[in-house]
């Protein structure tokens, strides 16, 4: 079977078809067209919106509980599916099979998560200074929620939001990138085959526009959409953040990473070798959370740094659906000119590179690069979406602190240490500025239960677990009087 067969029969599994359009989907495997899907116009995308509003018109009054039971349904779908989807993702972006796998069930894992919290959606009661009053709190449905996501976690990062949307009574419209497509067909599919063995939801809940940057536009710029939820590059958030701020909409911004790792002179080394290796290898470091510095302490740099180059040297990379493969390809030939921009950059600066080379098969195949540089300088401050692992000497923690905190995004951090005090500073308030700090684990790879984005650059928004549903509800702040009097607070007197 070719990949595109592959692809339309897993779509059709999914009671997802192709259609016929003008945007092709590539396989970054081989670099094969899968099919071509349709893409919104901006009157369509404004048409969805519209759509999406008189659905939550109607879903805001449904009893959060119930609600929790269509994501019930979905997570359902998503069980009986999870090889299809979890394929359709190795397939359209390249990941290897089990972390396709994985990002499936991150999204039962939120919906599950979801279910829950449908139960748990809960205000404050407040104590009122004035006699026979009382003070709470209602967090009530906010509107239509625009999730824009990206292609390297083309269905996690819309459950993330759509769960938690729809428990707290919203409505979506659901911008994928234009790069996975197919991956998003699946997922409206599995939707909408929980909407009808759910009954009784209204049309329109979940909208899905494929196309381009101007069908993210006419999201972004349309008033009707309560919140925009979007996961993608710091220029993305850059241009959608002010837009959507300019018309006081909300927005969740979660955005680029440059993460850094530490590993201390009492590190478990072989535990850090192996968080190393997958933070900065797998999905051939194209996560938001990919591991991208690493400051060794002088004292275990060298040893280190050998058994890592040679964990580089010998990693397997291939098909992503052969069993074994570590590396797939990276999504496309642009993410390879910019690897070999930031490598020759590197080099320049007298970075000593190891890997980074093509390797000879159809599609974008690259070996993962090490770089050893003696400064956090020039391509080490950016992030670039591909793997490059930048090694540094470190002496004292404060001053590996101070660089891992040096660069513009703050998503997620680690180190790598059993000597308790390094472990509690690195995750205190003078320790790491990211919004993950992680303790002898690596930097990406984070469970649906925590929060999940970063400060600065990243953008300061919080998808996922723990409280992140505020974001996707408004609060009402009622002060009820239960007597016979009307006193004013602040002891403000106004006697007609
Ligand atoms: C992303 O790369 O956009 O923590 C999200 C992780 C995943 C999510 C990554 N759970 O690496």
């Given amino acids: 079977m070719t990949l595109a067969e592959q692809a339309a029969t897993l779509l059709e599994r999914m009671g997802a078809r192709m259609g016929h359009g003008d945007l092709a989907c590539v396989s970054p495997i081989d670099g094969s067209t899968l099919g071509c899907v349709a893409q919104a116009s901006t009157a369509q995308v404004k048409e969805a919106a519209a759509a999406a509003h ?27 599916h999870k090889d299809d989807l979890g394929q359709l993702v190795s397939l359209e972006v390249g990941k290897v099979l089990s972390e396709g796998l994985g990002e499936v069930q991150e999204m039962i894992d939120i919906c599950d998560f979801a279910v829950g919290l449908s139960r748990q959606l809960h205000g404050l009661t407040i104590s009122s200074e004035r006699p026979e009053h009382r003070m709470m709190e209602q967090w009530h449905p906010l509107g239509v929620v625009g999730i824009v996501t990206a292609f390297n976690f083309p269905v996690a ?11 707290c009574g919203n409505a979506l419209v659901w911008k994928p990138s234009e790069k996975a497509p197919l991956c998003a067909l699946a997922v409206q599919a599995l939707f909408e085959r929980a909407v009808a063995r759910f009954g009784g939801a209204p049309d329109g809940l979940s909208k899905l526009v494929i196309g381009a940057r101007e069908g993210g536009e006419a999201l972004v710029d349309n008033p009707g959409v309560a919140l925009v939820s979007a996961t993608g590059s710091v220029a993305m958030g850059r241009a959608v953040g002010p837009r959507v701020a300019a018309r006081f909409g909300r927005s969740v911004l979660e955005l680029g990473g440059n993460n850094a790792a530490i590993v201390a002179p009492s590190a478990d080394l072989d535990l850090a070798l192996r968080g190393v290796a997958f933070a900065a290898m797998g999905t051939a470091g194209q996560r938001c959370t990919t591991l991208r510095r690493l400051f060794v302490h002088d004292g275990v740099y060298d040893p280190f740094a050998a058994r890592l180059k040679a964990a580089y040297a010998s990693v397997t990379i291939g098909d992503p659906l052969e069993p074994g493969t570590l590396v797939g390809p990276l999504i496309d030939e642009g993410a390879f000119a910019a690897m070999q921009r930031a490598l020759s950059d590197a080099r320049d600066l ?38 490059i692992l930048y090694v540094m000497r470190y002496t004292d923690l404060d001053s590996a602190v101070a660089l ?29 500025d990211c919004g993950i700090a992680n303790v002898n684990i690596g930097t990406s790879g984070a469970e649906i239960g925590g929060a999940f984005g970063g400060e600065k650059e990243t953008g300061g928004g919080r998808e996922s677990g723990s409280d992140s549903w505020r974001a996707y509800m408004r609060r009402a702040t009622n002060t009820i009087n239960y007597g016979r009097t009307l006193p004013l607070a602040q002891g403000v007197s106004f006697e007609l």
């Avoid at 008189?54 to 449904?62: D, E, N, Q, T, Y």
Wanted: aromatic share 8%; proline share 5%.
């Fill in 350 to 387: 007298g970075g000593i590179v190891h890997g980074g080379e093509r390797v000879a098969r159809a599609g974008v195949y690259v070996r993962p690069a090490l770089v050893e540089m003696s400064e956090q300088v020039g391509p080490v401050l950016d992030e670039t979406f591909a793997p």
């Fill in 404 to 432: 891992n905190n040096t660069v513009a995004q703050g998503l997620s951090s680690a180190i790598f240490t059993t000597d308790l005090r390094e472990a509690e500073l690195f995750v205190a308030a003078g320790g790491s």
């Fill in 157 to 167: 990062v819309w459950a993330w939001n759509a769960a938690l949307a729809l428990v």
């Fill in 54 to 80: 008189c659905a939550f018109l109607a879903w805001r009054s449904v009893p959060a509980p119930r609600r929790g039971e269509l994501v019930r349904l979905l997570g359902e779908e998503l069980r009986a």
